[in-house]
């Protein structure tokens, strides 16, 4: 071999090794600014300033908005949606474009921007206040459960509802994404959300109903009788009955059971297909993302297949053509929650628990299911590790190693514990290019 052709092999082997370093290395993140929890935190174009030089110098690349919280107030002019005025006795202000100002400044900096809206939950049950509150109880989802303190399943509205032993439901109040009127406001407001601010990139969450102990209302049961082709004589036994088991709702499956997860999960992935058209026409170059849970073998309970059509789930409970309600495809991007305080799978054999309860085997099962459809960014919750900064630290990494990117949740939280330095030192190993 001539030196000019060694030369040019060793130049050629040198720029595939640092193309494949960077494959591997550059990583997405995401932080998260949940709309209320940060409005003392954004009252003012310094702070976001501040903050935004914070997120650029921690390696941070893009921040999610809230225009949209899970009160179902906005944060902009709406013709449909009930504007945040006040929040915890406090008063909004309203001439402050929280999203408008954060764009403005993250273009300065070179961070993307994400508009962040959250669908059907249009209630703060912590506060009692929301469209389903003051506008549309009748739009709220009836809920199928058993209280805390009671022995005995009811139907009961989600507002009435205290702590249900099948589904929580401490925080958000959703409606039913069965209910037409429903579906027809939400996209309404996107269809404002997107004509307002002209967003390049959106970010989804909240697309699912409520838990396993919804929706139970009369529309929901003649869609269904719809879809099954047939009357339901017992009602919600058809579908599953209730039995108290301990501190437990136990679940006896009905004729109907797999049906009905086939059902909920289709009209969620319905309801996604209308959304992305509508964004797609409006702007064919917007980025499109969305944030569930990374608990994959049991949300179906929420009525959401977010895996790959190509991915067919080996679990019980799914019919064997369930693929066909996945929506992953649909989407640009897709960041999965894996909210635990366990890290690893050996702690949560120690812990005598599912392994994919763990960042670690949550990450695995979602890479599984999205069977790399579209890049896939995990989620971390940085209030599961308070005080535990080291734990942070370990949470983020594994996060990084197994997916494509991360969303840090959530902004007021990393404030809270100061937590900028242990991300940029995270971050640092998997950027290739100059953060500051």
Sequence with gaps: MTTTKLIIAVILLITIFSCTLKKERDKYIILWVDATANLENLNSRDKVKDILMKTKKAGIDAVAVGVKPLSGHVLYPSEFAPRLTEWKDKSVNTDFDLFAIVREEGLNLGIDVHLLIMIFSEGHKLFKTGPIYDRHPEWQTLCYDIESDETEPRLTPITELRRGLLTPSIWAGFTNPVNPEVRKYELSVLKEVLEYYHPGKIVFDRIRFNGLNSDFTDLTKKAFEEFIGTTLNRWPEDVFELKRSGDKAEVIMGRYYEDWLFFRAKVIHDFFQEAVEIIREFDSKIVIGDYVGSWYPTYYTYGVNWGSIKYFPPFPWARADYNKTAYAEMLDWITVGCY??????????????????????????????????????????????????????TAMQIILEKGQGMKIFDLSQIIAYDWWDEIDEVLLKYKTKGKY
């Design 340 to 393: 635990f305080p366990n890290l690893t799978k050996s702690e949560t054999k120690q812990a005598g628990i599912p392994f994919w309860e763990s960042i670690e085997g949550g990450m695995e099962v979602a890479n599984e299911a999205i069977d790399g459809a579209i890049p896939l960014y995990g989620a971390v919750y940085a209030e599961n590790f308070a005080n535990q900064p080291e734990r942070f630290k």
